[in-house]
């Protein structure tokens, strides 16, 4: 089998790293063909058994192939792979055709050139509303250094542009959501007694350097995470960016790790922080993650699917 074997630490890495990634689904159609399409996103589900889950469109012409299909794949874009997730996001014949590919360990078809990739099993189809969620258990994976593609605000960004396309200055404060087994990272927040996120203002450095420092600063290993929340605080003047960053578990510099429950966070002084983490609490059980847009009082969360 090629790729990383499923040894959890190296499979929760390979999730952080690229949670925020331009995803190709992949699978084959009755008649042996690739089929595929370009997703937002995909969300871990378990690392025992591995796990991880898409949502496919019910008025997708590819649903019914995907469902009866015995396995699928995730493909996580490189940088320089625009054309190819433009192809696999329009209405093409052949969606393949300028495309190379193999079959992975587990037979599904995987892309060239990409970041990463996860080939799965199907293990559970469920109906979603106008989606169908399409759970896969893992079979065999692979994490490579090549940067990844990201999507954010209807436009590609790369890691070189991050902190061009994403809103900087004195007005924008980041949060990092500090993830462990089931827990999260707390600290004071300095106004007596309360709770809330290791928060930073951004300045020059831009958004990236800014999350690096800031996760530096809590004395964990922690790989820079996807986006989880972007709102506007009206009343202080402020943009406000949360990420999600899988940390290893360990001895923080300052703060303590709590539960990630309604319970666990009441104490988060912030009431639009508090909201948002007891959504990240309820879609944790559930596996079923979403992007939070808005201002603090109100707003969209766009869920993981097709576009």
Not at 41 to 62: C, E, G, R
Not at 199 to 208: D, F, H, L, S, Y
């Amino acid at each position: 089998m090629t790729g990383t074997p499923l040894d959890p630490r190296a499979l929760r890495d390979a999730f952080g790293c690229f949670m925020t990634g331009v995803t190709v689904v992949t699978a084959l159609g009755p008649d042996g063909k690739p089929l595929g399409f370009t997703a937002n996103s995909f969300s871990s589900v378990s690392l025992d058994p591995p796990l991880l889950l898409v949502s496919i469109a019910n008025s997708s012409i590819n649903r019914a192939a995907f469902e009866s299909a015995p396995g699928f794949a995730v493909n996580i874009l490189a940088e320089g792979q625009k054309d190819v997730s433009a192809t696999f996001a329009r209405p093409v014949e052949d969606r393949f055709a300028t495309v190379y590919w193999r079959k992975g360990p587990v037979g599904s078809p995987l892309i060239a050139g990409v970041s990463a990739w996860f080939d799965c099993t199907l293990e559970q189809t469920v109906l979603a509303g106008d989606h169908t969620i399409l759970i896969g258990r893992i079979g065999g994976f692979e994490a490579k250094p090549a940067p990844g593609l990201g999507y954010y605000r209807g436009a590609y960004v790369t890691p070189a542009q991050t902190a061009a396309q994403l809103p900087t200055g004195p007005d924008v404060v980041i949060s990092a959501i500090l993830e462990a087994s089931g827990q999260i990272l707390l600290v004071d927040d300095g106004q007596g007694g309360g709770l809330t996120l290791p928060t930073a203002r951004v300045g020059r450095e831009g958004v990236q350097t800014a999350l690096a420092a800031l996760i530096a600063a809590t004395g964990l290993t922690a790989a820079p995470g996807s986006i989880y929340a972007v709102y506007e605080d009206v009343a202080q003047g402020r943009q406000h960016i949360a990420f999600r960053c899988a940390a290893e578990t360990g001895r923080p510099a300052r703060g303590a790790f709590v539960d990630l429950t309604a319970e666990g966070v009441a104490e988060v002084t912030d009431p639009a922080m508090r909201v948002m983490l007891e959504r990240l609490a309820d879609e944790a059980r559930i596996g079923n993650y979403g992007i939070y847009f808005g201002t603090h009082e109100q707003g969209r969360v766009q869920r993981t699917g097709e576009r």
